[in-house]
């Protein structure tokens, strides 16, 4: 079992920055590759963010190339996602999210394990 848990979130001013954490137990964290999806009202879960297990491989969504940025250090079992330039449109639940293989996936449902979600919220 796994157990993966956010961290970070809160209310920002557009074009602040915060930074999200999520730290996971119960597995050999380096095994596996890690992820950041999203969720706004009213709107599907969307991919935002993964890594590879080694950390070695990142992808992000357009919407968020070049303001976000997804890091991980296996030695801390934690994942993080930088987020600067924020724009009101980012403002949705966040959610972790860990995929059994070396470069995970940018579909939900192809994620093993999910955190609970921290709420981030950019007001104009």
């Known amino acids: 079992q796994v157990q993966l848990v956010e961290s970070g979130g809160g209310l920002v001013q557009a074009g602040g920055s915060l930074r999200l954490s999520c730290a996971a137990s119960?597995?050999?964290?380096?095994?596996?590759?890690m992820g950041w999806f999203r969720q706004a009202p009213g709107k599907e879960r969307e991919f935002v963010a993964r890594i590879s297990r080694s950390g070695g491989a990142t992808w992000h969504a357009d919407s968020v190339k070049g303001r976000f940025t997804i890091s991980r250090e296996n030695a801390n079992n934690t994942v993080y996602l930088q987020m600067n330039s924020l724009k009101p449109e980012d403002t949705a639940v966040y959610y972790c999210a860990l995929a059994m293989s070396t470069y995970g996936s940018s579909r939900p449902d192809d994620m093993d394990y999910w955190g609970k979600g921290t709420l981030v919220t950019v007001s104009s």
């Open positions: 119960g597995r050999t964290f380096s095994s596996y590759a």
